[in-house]
C-alpha cells in the first residue's frame, strides 16, 4: 500500500472544458468513488484526506524554514560580527535519539499496516520515549550554552541557533502531541475494518511528519555547526 | 443510491445556537462569518481612509470630535503627522489582511467551494472554524494596538506597560503596512505607534498567518479530495480554479512573513540583530544594543510574502468575475483551458517577482532587469485573461444585472491598474515613481478596488444562494454607478500627481511650492472619496434590507449551470440534502446548440447517457 498521496491515485483525468462540446464519461470525477469498493465507499478518501493534508502541511513548515534558513545565510554573509559557536557535544545524543525515534515510529507504522495491532503501542510509546528524550537532550545543549554565557542576543549564530532549535522543537512537540493521540486511540483499531483503516491514515499522517521533523533535525545541525 | 453511504459519517446538523452559529463547523456558516469579519474590518479601514482625507485636503482644520477622542494624536482636533502615518498604516494593514484576504478566500471561498465541487463541507471541518476564530483573534490584537497606541489610559495601564507601553499620541504604528526595519524593529525609539502597538501588529500579523495556514490547507486538500462524481478538474467551474491558487499561493507565502514575523519581533523583545544595523542615530542618540543587522533581510522576507499576497487578493475577483461574466452573457467562457493555466501562470510568476517592490534598495542591476523581465511577463497571462473576458461578451446577449455591472467594472479596473504596473516593473522608470502617489494609484486601482469589485459581483451573485432572496436590484445599480465613477474619480488624478512627484504617506505638502498647484486636484480627490466611502453604506443597508425583505429567489434566480444552483437556497446543512450529485460535463454550457434551453446544469446527462438509463453505478443526474 502506498503511503504518499502522490502515488495512491491519479488526480488528473481527462474532462471536457467550458465549452459546449462535451464528451460524457460516465462519471469517476474525484479520486473517490469509483464503485469498486461498495462496502465503504467513502472511507479510503476520506482517510487519504489525512495524508495530503500532511504534505500541505509539511510543504508550509518547509517554506518557513526555508525563510529562516535564507536569513540564517543572508546574515552570515552579510556582516563581521558573526562568531561561530561550538558545538555543544550533546546535540550528538539528540540526532542519535531522533534517528532512532524514526526507526521505531515506522516499525510502529508498519505494524499497523500489517494489522498487528497489538504490537502497534508500545512501539508508539517507545517513539514518545525517544522524542521526550530528543527534547531534554536539546534543552541540555541550551543549559550547556548559557552555562558558558552565550544567550539568544550574544551573537547572530548563537540567536540563530536558539531559534531554530525552539522551533524545530515546538514543531516536535506537535508531533509528541499527535503522538500521544495516536497511542490513546490504538484500541479503537482492534474494533472494526473502519477504525483500523482511520488509524493506519492517522499513523502514515503522523509518521510522515515525525520522519519530516527528524530530517529537518539534521538539516539545521549541517546547517548551524558544518556549513561555514 | 451508492451515496446515501455518506451518511455514515456527515456529521448532523446541530441543534444549539451556539454550534449552529457561532461555533459552527459548517463551512456555510464559517463563509458567512468570515464576510462579517471584513464588512467589520472594511469599516473601520474606510473610516481611516477618510480620515486622511481629510488631513491631506484641509490640513489646519480642527475636527473637534477627533480631538476629544484621541487628545494627543489630534490635539486641538488637528491631527499631527504620526496620528496620519499610524491611519495609514493601520488601513493598509487592516484592508490588505483582514478585507482583502478574509472575504474572497475565507468568506465566499469557504462558501462556495465545497458547494460547486458537490462534496457536503470541508475536508477538515474543525481546521476550518479554528482558522476563522484564529483570524478573528488576529483583528481583535489588530484593534488592540490601535487602543494602545490611541488611549494614554490604555498606553499606561498595566496590559500596555507589560507589551512595552504604547504612546498614545497615534492609533497605531506609523511603519506602514510592510513594517520596514529598522523603524519597525527598534522599539519605541522609532517614535510614537512603534512600542507596544508594533508588537501588537507583529503578533496580529503572525496569528493571522497561522489562520489563514489552516484555511489552505484545507481548502487544498478539499478540492483534491472531495470532488463528487464526474467532477474532473477540467470541468470545475473557474472559481474553484482561483481559490485553488489562491490557496496554494497562502500556503507558500504566509509561512514565510510568519517566519521574518518571528525574528522581527525577536529584534524588538530580546535585542537581536537580525534587521537592526549598527550605530543607527535616532534623535540625538546612537542606539547600541543592535550590531550587523540587515532590514534588506526584512524586505526580501516581506515581499517574498507580500507580491503572492496581491494575488491572493485578486485571483479569486478573477473567479468570480469569470463566473458571472459567462452566466450574465449566456456564453460559455471563452477559452476555459487558457483561463485556467493562465491563473496558474500568474500565481507561479507572483513567486519569483517580489524585488520589483525593492528597485531602489540597492540591488544589482542584473537582479533588477531579471526582476523586471518576470514582473513584465506576468503580463501575458493576464491579457490572457481579459481579452477571453471581451470574448466572452463579444456579441453576447447580456443581462445587466448588478453583479455583471460589477464583474465588467472589475474587468475595466484590472485593466486601468494593470496597464501601470507594467510602468512601474521597470527599473528604469520605477526609480522616479517608487513611493510616489503613481504607485498607490496602480495597487489601489488593480489589488484593491477591482478585488472589491469582484466580491461585490459575487456577494450580488451569490445572495440569492446565500438567503434565498435577491439584493435590490435598484440599489445596487445606483451603488455601482457611483462607485464605479468614484474610485476612478479618486485614482485617477493620483496618477498624475504621482507623475508630478508628490510623495505618499506625507501628511502635508503646504511648504512644498511645485505641489501646492496640485492642491485643488487633493481636494477633488478627497470629496470623491468621501462621496464613494458614503455611498458604500447604500450597499449595507442593501445587505441588511435585503436579507429580510429581498424579492424571494428560488434555487436557480440566475438560470446558471454549476452546482450550487441544483440545491435549496439557502442550501441545507449538508448542501445536497444527503444525495451528492452527479456531474456530466464542463460548467459553462451555455447556449448549447440544440438544447432545450439555453443552458445546460452541469448534472444534465447527454441523451446518449440517458438512453443508457440506469446502466453502470445506477446514478442519473439529479436535479431538485
Given amino acids: 500500500m502506498a503511503t504518499t498521496v502522490t502515488s495512491t491515485r491519479p488526480l488528473i483525468k481527462k474532462g471536457t472544458g467550458g465549452g459546449p462540446k462535451g464528451r460524457v464519461p460516465n462519471g469517476n470525477g474525484g479520486p473517490k468513488r469509483n464503485g469498486h469498493d461498495r462496502s465503504f465507499p467513502d472511507f479510503q478518501s476520506s482517510a487519504n484526506r489525512y495524508r495530503i493534508g500532511m504534505w500541505l502541511g509539511l510543504a508550509s513548515i518547509l517554506m518557513m524554514f526555508t525563510a529562516l534558513s535564507s536569513a540564517y545565510i543572508v546574515r552570515a554573509a552579510s556582516s563581521s560580527d558573526w562568531q561561530p559557536l561550538t558545538m555543544p557535544r550533546i546535540l550528538l545524543l539528540s540526532t542519535a535519539l531522533i534517528l532512532t525515534s524514526s526507526v521505531t515510529l515506522e516499525t510502529a507504522r508498519r505494524k499497523l499496516k500489517s494489522a498487528a495491532t497489538r504490537a502497534y503501542k508500545p512501539w508508539l510509546l517507545l517513539t514518545m520515549l525517544l522524542g521526550l528524550g530528543f527534547l531534554g537532550s536539546q534543552l541540555l545543549a541550551w543549559r550547556e550554552l548559557v552555562r558558558q554565557g552565550v544567550y539568544v542576543a550574544s551573537n547572530p549564530h548563537s540567536s540563530f541557533f536558539y531559534l531554530l532549535t525552539a522551533t524545530h522543537g515546538v514543531h516536535l512537540l506537535g508531533g509528541l502531541t499527535a503522538l500521544a493521540y495516536l497511542s490513546i486511540r490504538s484500541r479503537a483499531s482492534q474494533d472494526n475494518q473502519l477504525a483500523l483503516i482511520k488509524a493506519q491514515a492517522g499513523a502514515d499522517a503522523v509518521t510522515l511528519y515525525w520522519h519530516f521533523m527528524d530530517f529537518l533535525w539534521i538539516y539545521l545541525f549541517v546547517l548551524l555547526f558544518y556549513i561555514r | ?624
Fill in chain 2, 1 to 624: 443510491m451508492s451515496e446515501t453511504h455518506d451518511a455514515v459519517h456527515r456529521h448532523e446538523a446541530p441543534k444549539s445556537f451556539i454550534r449552529k452559529y457561532i461555533f459552527s463547523l459548517d463551512h456555510k456558516v464559517i463563509g458567512i462569518q468570515y464576510i462579517i469579519l471584513a464588512l467589520a474590518a472594511v469599516l473601520v479601514g474606510m473610516t481611516m481612509s477618510v480620515l486622511m482625507r481629510l488631513k491631506l485636503s484641509w490640513p489646519g482644520t480642527s475636527w473637534s470630535i477627533l480631538g476629544t477622542l484621541f487628545p494627543s494624536g489630534a490635539p486641538g482636533g488637528i491631527m499631527n503627522p504620526e496620528f496620519y502615518l499610524s491611519l495609514v498604516t493601520m488601513h493598509g494593514t487592516i484592508m490588505v489582511f483582514f478585507v482583502l484576504t478574509t472575504a474572497p478566500q475565507g468568506g465566499f471561498g469557504n462558501y462556495f467551494l465545497p458547494i460547486q465541487i458537490g462534496a457536503e463541507d470541508m475536508a477538515f471541518p474543525f481546521l476550518n472554524m479554528m482558522s476563522f476564530w484564529v483570524t478573528l483573534l488576529g483583528f481583535f490584537v489588530i484593534l488592540a494596538a490601535i487602543f494602545v497606541e490611541g488611549n494614554n489610559t490604555i498606553a499606561n495601564s498595566a496590559l500596555g506597560l507589560w507589551l512595552g507601553g504604547g504612546s498614545g499620541a497615534t492609533v497605531g504604528p506609523i511603519g506602514g503596512w510592510t513594517g520596514y526595519a529598522p523603524l519597525s524593529a527598534v522599539g519605541p525609539a522609532a517614535g510614537p505607534g512603534q512600542g507596544a502597538g508594533m508588537n501588537l501588529w507583529i503578533i496580529s500579523i503572525a496569528i493571522f498567518c497561522v489562520g489563514s495556514l489552516l484555511g489552505a490547507l484545507n481548502f487544498i486538500t478539499t478540492l483534491l479530495n472531495m470532488r463528487t462524481r464526474g467532477m474532473t478538474l477540467m470541468r470545475m467551474p473557474l472559481t474553484c480554479w482561483a481559490w485553488f491558487t489562491t490557496a496554494v499561493l497562502a500556503l507558500l507565502s504566509f509561512p514565510v512573513l510568519l517566519g521574518g514575523g518571528i525574528l522581527l519581533l525577536l529584534d524588538r523583545t530580546v535585542g537581536t540583530s537580525f534587521f537592526v544595523p549598527g550605530g543607527l542615530v535616532f534623535g540625538s542618540s546612537v542606539l547600541t544594543s543592535h550590531t550587523g543587522g540587515s532590514p534588506i533581510l526584512w524586505q526580501h522576507l516581506f515581499w517574498f510574502f507580500g507580491h503572492p499576497e496581491v494575488y491572493i487578493a485578486i485571483l479569486p475577483g478573477m473567479g468570480a468575475t469569470s463566473h458571472v461574466l459567462s452566466t450574465f452573457a449566456r456564453k460559455p467562457i471563452f477559452g476555459y483551458r487558457a483561463m485556467v493555466f493562465a491563473i496558474f501562470a500568474i500565481g507561479l510568476l507572483g513567486f519569483f517577482v517580489w524585488g520589483h517592490h525593492m528597485f531602489i534598495s540597492g540591488m544589482s542591476p542584473y537582479s533588477a532587469m531579471t526582476f523586471s523581465i518576470l514582473t513584465l511577463s506576468i503580463g501575458v497571462p493576464s491579457a490572457v485573461k481579459t481579452f477571453n473576458w471581451l470574448g466572452t461578451l463579444w456579441g453576447a446577449r447580456i443581462r445587466f444585472t448588478t453583479p455583471m455591472l460589477f464583474a465588467i467594472g472589475f474587468v475595466s479596473l484590472f485593466v486601468a491598474g494593470g496597464i501601470t504596473g507594467l510602468v512601474l516593473g521597470q527599473t528604469s522608470l520605477d526609480l522616479p515613481m517608487h513611493d510616489t502617489y503613481f504607485v498607490l494609484a496602480h495597487f489601489h486601482l488593480v489589488m484593491g478596488v477591482a478585488s472589491i469589485f469582484g466580491m461585490f459581483a459575487a456577494i450580488y451573485f451569490w445572495f440569492p444562494k446565500m438567503f434565498g432572496r435577491f439584493m435590490s436590484e435598484r440599489l445596487g445599480k445606483i451603488h455601482f454607478w457611483i462607485t464605479f465613477v468614484g474610485v476612478y474619480c479618486i485614482f485617477v488624478p493620483m496618477h498624475t500627481m504621482g507623475m508630478v512627484g508628490m510623495p505618499r504617506r506625507y501628511s502635508e505638502f503646504g511648504q512644498y511650492e511645485f505641489l501646492a498647484r496640485l492642491h485643488p486636484l487633493v481636494v477633488f480627490v478627497s470629496i470623491a472619496a468621501i462621496i464613494t466611502v458614503f455611498t458604500q453604506l447604500l450597499f449595507y443597508f442593501n445587505l441588511v434590507w435585503s436579507a429580510f425583505k429581498g424579492k424571494k429567489a428560488g434555487d436557480n434566480p440566475w438560470e446558471a449551470t454549476t452546482l450550487e444552483w441544483t440545491t435549496a437556497s439557502p442550501p441545507p446543512h449538508d448542501n445536497f440534502a444527503g444525495v451528492l450529485p452527479v456531474v456530466y460535463r464542463g460548467p459553462y454550457e451555455f447556449a448549447v446548440p440544440g438544447a432545450p434551453n439555453d443552458y445546460v446544469m452541469q448534472t444534465e446527462p447527454d441523451a446518449s447517457e440517458q438512453a443508457q438509463g440506469v446502466s453502470g453505478d445506477g446514478h442519473n443526474g439529479h436535479k431538485h
